[in-house]
């Protein structure tokens, strides 16, 4: 039991993505060419950059034509590259490199995360023409439909931003896109683009609001406290007093 624990820690162990375990049938690998890969990058990470294909065929129970024919498929597919590299004695020698699967890995991860984003969007997009129709009690027109897509597509507008938009405009009667518009164009200027901007920018409303009535209230008060000066009225006389008859 010592020897064989002993004999498993001095192995090491392996670093394997697992996007790469997740996706490798996307990239045209099956589960032969994952294993080569499996080894060869056990390999690589041990500090062997170029293993013995004799030592590589031993590990995974087949013959070197075997193996051969595995990297050839590797080569075909451009997951697996040979490159010359110069060490730091000058020595030049071959080495395996996977850049190319990495690479072809992200390109497909990030498709996917487009794909996500896209079904996001039109279940967005949906739900917006859903509220509109509901608070303006009618079905949108071809156009209106159009507007809203510009505001995803083209103006980048949050949903929830449009939603507070479309508050805006039930709050003040005003049934129509030009006004929700006018509204996310407002708040563009501002640089305003999540609800929780929208918010402090309404605290921020009210506070000058409140401001500006206190200080009529003041001006209103002060102005109460002044004494009033009554108006006399002179009597004017054809006669004043001390005057010729």
Known sequence: ???ALKQFLQAGNMTVANLLLQNYRQLGMNEQELVLFLELSSSIQAGDSFPAIDQIASYMHCDSNQLYQLLHRLFEKKLLEIKSVTDENGKSHDVY???LM???????????D?????????VDQSEIFQAIEKEFGRTLSPIEMETIEQWFSEDHYQPELILLAL????LSQAYSLKYIDRVLLSWEKKNIKTAAQV????????ERRLQRQQTNFSQRAAAAKKPKIPLQRWAHSDNPAGGDD
């Open 114 to 122: 487009q794909q996500t984003q896209q079904q996001i969007l039109v």
């Open 97 to 99: 490199q996977f850049d």
């Open 199 to 206: 918010q402090q920018l309404k605290e921020q409303q009210r």
């Open 1 to 3: 039991m010592e020897k």
């Open 167 to 170: 508050r805006e405009a039930v």
């Open 102 to 112: 990495y690479e072809k890995l992200f390109w497909l991860l990030r498709q996917k």
